[in-house]
């Protein structure tokens, strides 16, 4: 991991705020730049739709509760768990039947 020194600086914009953030390469720069511009898009859906009939705060954790369940989607379709218990239980038989 990068120490401080070798860090860069970069500025990103969500939905009315922009801030600074200290990512340590190209890759980390973005992985940060995709993840504002979905928090940015995904805040301004929001807040185009319920502007007047939502507080900010509401607007706010509304796209935060779809970006959420957008990455634990994510999580569940990538959960190697399964397979890993099917290869190590036939690993197990194949081990079983060279001997």
């Known amino acids: 991991m990068a120490d401080e020194k070798t860090k860069r600086q970069i500025r990103l914009h969500f939905y009315d705020t922009d801030m ?3 990512v340590s390469s190209q890759e980390e720069e973005a992985l940060y ?6 928090i940015d898009s995904t805040v301004n859906t ?4 319920y502007k007047g009939k939502m ?25 190697t768990t399964p397979y890993e218990n099917i ?4 690993t197990g038989e194949i081990e079983e039947a060279l001997k």
Do not use: H, P, T, W
């Not at 730049?33 to 979905?38: D, E």
């Open 20 to 22: 600074s953030f200290r």
């Open 33 to 38: 730049r995709r993840a504002a511009k979905l």
């Open 46 to 49: 929001y807040a185009k739709s």
């Open 55 to 79: 507080s900010e705060k509401q607007i706010l954790y509304s796209a935060m509760l779809v970006i959420a369940l957008k990455a634990e989607r994510g999580d569940d379709r990538n959960d």
């Open 87 to 90: 290869l190590n239980k036939l």
